[in-house]
């Protein structure tokens, strides 16, 4: 089947750095790919549409100069959290729809925890 | 987008059958629905799809009425490993088409 790869799956960090998450899509081609948040015991939140060659679609009350996303290729989609501080630390989850079916793939997440 | 309802949670025990109901009053004609299973500190499972009547592959069934407006995903025989949250999700599956989670039911199996 379909799988999304997503990489790192935890990192720590200090506040005030930057973290670079990154999603690919191993075996299919994803012109879209979704970046979605995760607090504990809570459903996942869509953060962004990830639109390969053009600028990604934020959801509203994300920042998109705090969470850059780049679609640079069919198969790969990058978050960066900028200058992170503890309150951004949380699960991301990236996910991709195959185009040969209505299913979306989800990349096995990364926990993010800021110092 | 379609809104969903589903239970917070479930309780059951090893080697039952667990059926979790999710609510989409205002689904659209060209959504799909489908069930997802995650594990904690894991990205979201595909579990099974469907449009119409019933649809059965090696994990699950799922039942949706003919209006459309439900779906009860049905676990057979479960067993201590199907401990997980199980999300119901609506949409048309268009590339741009984002889908948007609802709060999921929790699955506790018991020995």
């Known amino acids: 089947g379909a799988v999304v790869s997503q990489h790192p799956s935890r990192v720590i960090c200090k506040s005030g750095t930057s973290v670079k998450i990154e999603c690919r899509s191993l075996?299919?081609?994803?012109?879209?790919m979704f970046w979605y948040r995760q607090f504990p015991k809570q459903s996942l939140m869509l953060m962004a549409t990830?639109?390969?060659?053009?600028?990604?679609?934020?959801e509203q009350g994300v920042e998109k100069d705090k969470f850059l996303i780049n679609h640079a290729s069919l198969t790969l989609s990058t978050l960066t959290v900028t200058s992170a501080h503890p309150e951004d630390s949380s699960f991301y989850i990236c996910s991709a729809r195959s185009p040969k079916s209505e299913k979306l793939f989800f990349g096995s997440g990364t926990q993010l925890s800021v110092l | 987008l379609a809104k969903t309802t589903q239970p917070i949670s479930m309780d059951s025990y090893e080697g039952q059958e667990v059926n979790i109901t999710c609510s989409h009053n205002n689904i659209a004609t060209n959504d799909y629905i489908t069930w997802y299973q995650q594990f904690p500190s894991q990205g979201p499972r595909f579990i099974i799809q469907g449009y119409k009547t019933k649809v059965t592959n090696e994990v699950a069934s799922l039942f949706i009425p003919a209006d459309r407006k439900s779906s009860t995903l049905s676990l057979p025989r479960v067993s201590l490993s199907d401990t997980a949250v199980y999300y119901c999700l609506v949409g048309d599956g268009a590339a741009g088409n984002k889908l948007t989670f609802g709060g999921g039911t929790r699955v506790l199996v018991k020995p």
């Open positions: 075996d299919f081609q994803a012109t879209t």
């Open positions: 990830s639109n390969e060659g053009s600028k990604a679609t934020y």
